[in-house]
Nanobody, 113 residues
Framework: QVQLVESGGGLVQAGGSLRLSCTAAGIDFSTHSMAWFRQAPGEQRKFFATIPSSGGGIPNYAESVKRRFTISRDNAKRTVYLQMNNLRPEDTGFYYC?????WGQGTQVAISS
């Protein structure tokens, strides 16, 4: 059974930074692409960043987060990271990690203006 655990959310002011982590268990981590989704209040969950499995290509981002967010992975730690810089109020929401059709419980990010 795949288990994903996100952490690192919090409340920050606009322009600030946060680093989210998602640690996986129950999968062969290095062979899976990993993705981050965001669900804003009252909206559907939306994709915004993915990183392929090792050697599988380059990360891909939604336009709204390009040049502000960076996704990375540490296969030895079975963890994918999301470095978020220059945060905006519209980045507020629950952030979810996704792999192999499984979801974590989410971590909440709130950006104050």
């Amino acid at each position: 059974q795949v288990q994903l655990v996100e952490s690192g959310g919090g409340l920050v002011q606009a322009g600030g930074s946060l680093r989210l982590s998602c640690t996986a268990a129950g999968i062969d981590f290095s062979t899976h692409s990993m993705a981050w989704f965001r669900q804003a209040p009252g909206e559907q969950r939306k994709f915004f960043a993915t990183i392929p499995s090792s050697g599988g290509g380059i990360p891909n981002y939604a336009e709204s987060v390009k040049r502000r967010f960076t996704i990375s992975r540490d296969n030895a730690k079975r963890t994918v990271y999301l470095q978020m810089n220059n945060l905006r109020p519209e980045d507020t929401g629950f952030y979810y990690c996704n792999a192999d059709m499984a979801w974590g419980q989410g971590t909440q990010v709130a950006i104050s203006s």
